[in-house]
């Protein structure tokens, strides 16, 4: 799939010539440039162009074109696609992933090579991180955004793509229904189970998610997120207007969604 030439080591295929078929994406190499210059031109949201990348993406690991398990996953890579275009700043994003049907398993690594969480928020006045940790933690929690916030400009846009700060949270709510989710960020990593975060040390400029789905847990996909949302929303409701502090983000992380 590409694993050996990604790190300049002369064997096997190249990154993304590998045809990805039998339900895997080999490791693929996306222009993050040739997207944000797409949609400059054509006026397509950043969102709308990587909507068909993801559901191409989908469509190779399902056998699928529509259905919860279909949804779910495409809904899931759209999201962190569109981050890694959207606020990493880096030139390309790579992914590769693969579904175990008899493990009941998928498993999708995005990573770009940007400038990492923690820069994204300098805008944000309501935010404060001062290390990755924290930034990861605060990034995780529903309605908080590098971009989207009381008094910024994206605010007024009226379209569907402009960001709300929920693409994060509602894809780790996802992965936690039987998988988990691990976002690691320059310094820090963060892995998210049912019940359970655990801090990792990391090593890598950027920003590297994987996230890991358990088929069989993805029934009713809509009433799931009209729930997640709910709940999200109501914690964002809380938090609106008041200066989110990073360990409150943590805490948060930690207890409030357990039950989930
Ligand atoms: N790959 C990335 N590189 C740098 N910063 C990121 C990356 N992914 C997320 N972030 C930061 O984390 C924040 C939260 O991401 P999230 O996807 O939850 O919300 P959003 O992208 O702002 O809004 P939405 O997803 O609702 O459109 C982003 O606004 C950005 O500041
Ligand atoms: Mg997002």
């Known amino acids: ?26 490791i693929t190499i996306l222009d993050a440039n040739a997207i944000r210059r797409e949609s400059a031109q054509t006026g397509d949201a950043i969102g709308q162009i990587v909507e068909e990348k993801s559901q191409q993406i989908t469509a190779v690991l399902t056998q ?5 398990l279909h949804d779910t996953l495409a809904y899931a890579i759209r999201e962190i ?3 890694a275009v959207e606020h990493s700043h880096s030139d390309c994003v790579r992914f590769c992933a693969q579904l175990y049907p008899r493990m009941d398993r998928v498993e999708v ?22 290390t990755d940790r924290e930034a990861i933690n605060i990034s995780l929690m529903p309605g908080v955004s590098g971009t989207a916030f009381k008094g910024s400009k994206i605010n007024t846009r009226t379209d569907d793509w402009k960001n709300s700060g929920y693409g994060l949270y509602m894809t780790n709510r996802i992965c936690r ?23 990792y040390r ?21 009433s799931r997120l009209l729930e997640f949302s709910e709940q999200g929303k109501a914690s ?15 805490h948060m992380l930690t207890v409030d969604y357990q039950d989930s």
């Not at 799939?1 to 990604?6: P, S």
């Not at 006045?125 to 001062?130: K, T």
């Open 81 to 83: 696609l569109r981050n």
């Open 177 to 199: 229904m039987g998988g988990d989710f691990f976002i690691g960020s320059n310094s820090a990593g963060v892995l998210l189970e049912d019940g359970k975060k655990i801090d």
């Open 236 to 250: 964002a409701t809380r938090l609106r207007g008041t200066v989110l502090h990073p360990s409150t983000a943590s």
């Open 64 to 68: 699928e074109v529509d259905g919860d």
């Open 1 to 26: 799939m590409g694993f050996f030439k990604i790190f300049d080591l002369d064997h096997g295929n190249d990154p993304g010539a590998a045809n990805g078929a039998n339900r895997y994406i080999p």
């Open 109 to 130: 690594v995005i990573l770009d090579k940007g400038r990492g969480i923690l820069p994204s928020f300098a805008m944000n006045p309501f935010v404060d991180p001062s």
């Open 202 to 222: 990391f090593h890598h400029q950027g920003t590297l998610l994987r996230l890991t789905i358990k088929p069989s847990r993805v029934a009713n996909l809509k």
